[in-house]
């Protein structure tokens, strides 16, 4: 298997819940010894630029952290990142559904349902 030591990050800081994002990224990637990438996007006309950039600083992988503006430009940055040959890891299932390599993050539906038997107690 390869090593990964090198990691891109997009991340949109307009976005007020990036910070803890990319806190919890860098926590991580400090712990695996991976040295991470921020490359900031905030719109969608910085994504070519962006996955310009990501070509040149040649990293091994690229993480999408979760962002309403990235999940608007679904299909675009899926088709980037397969032009860019990069490994990423979105952070919807929808997004792998939609064609990306792979996804992990929460089950927004699964939330839901158990937050309404959740309130059902009250």
Do not use: C, K
């Not at 490994?87 to 919807?92: D, I, S, T």
Request: neutral net charge; hydrophobic residues 50%; charged residues 20%.
């Amino acid at each position: 298997m390869p090593a990964i030591s090198h990691v891109a990050v997009l991340a949109n800081p307009a976005n007020p819940l990036t910070a803890a994002q990319l806190r919890e990224t860098q926590r991580a990637a400090q712990a695996l010894q991976v040295q991470v990438h921020v490359v900031e996007v905030r719109g969608p006309q910085e994504l070519d630029n962006a996955f310009s950039a990501l070509r040149s600083m040649r990293t091994d992988a690229l993480i999408m952290l979760m962002d309403p503006m990235f999940m608007s430009q679904r299909t675009r940055m899926i088709e980037l990142t397969a032009t860019s040959r990069l490994p990423a890891m979105y952070g919807l299932r929808e997004d792998a559904e939609a064609g990306a390599l792979m996804a992990y993050g929460p089950n927004f539906p699964d939330m839901f349902r158990r937050a309404a038997t959740m309130w059902t107690r009250f």
